[in-house]
């Protein structure tokens, strides 16, 4: 018989972490290459109206996944040991969490914040110096760059971990 729990609850984890994985794999190599390429004015219309939306998509997509998987990992571990995965596999799972936390970390303490003050700093009436705005939009670039390759690694990670 199906266990309904688990199955919700891997659906749940999976679905936030396509989410998250694809908004960051979007950002960095549709997103961040083609905002070089805009005219100035162009680009801070673009990251005023969009990057605020990509930020609340990266914080609900990348906390659902955290939760999703913690909530996961205390059910099959404290509730129904049969659906663990073996010791060869637990190792791959238990260091992708791992990564998948320095992700969350990274989204949460670099990520977001530098885009909020990126927005806040393009929507002033004063304008910002272009030296700030370059360095943000780096800042900004780097993060979310981290982000998704670790993001890439802990994928393979998981998938290694249940088919071990």
């Known amino acids: 018989m199906v266990d309904l729990v688990f199955l919700s609850l891997l659906i749940l984890h999976l679905v936030f972490v396509v989410s ?48 999703a998987g913690i909530a996961l990992y205390v059910y099959v571990n404290g509730f129904v040991v049969s659906l663990a995965p073996d010791s060869s596999g637990l190792i791959f799972i238990q260091v992708g969490a791992i990564l998948g936390l320095i992700a969350f970390l990274i989204a949460m303490v670099v990520v ?46 998981m998938v290694a971990g249940t088919i071990l």
């Open 20 to 67: 998250w994985f694809g908004g960051a794999l979007l950002f960095t190599t549709v997103v961040t290459p083609t905002l070089q390429k805009l005219e100035p004015s162009s680009r801070i219309d673009f990251i005023k109206k969009v990057l605020p939306r990509f930020l609340k998509f990266i914080g609900a997509s990348s906390g659902g996944a955290v939760l």
């Open 112 to 157: 977001i914040p530098t885009g909020r003050k990126l927005v806040a700093s393009l929507s002033d009436a004063k304008p910002p110096p272009p030296e700030r705005v370059a360095r943000l939009q780096a800042r900004l670039r780097m993060g979310a760059s981290a982000a998704a390759g670790i993001l890439f690694v802990t994928l393979i990670l």
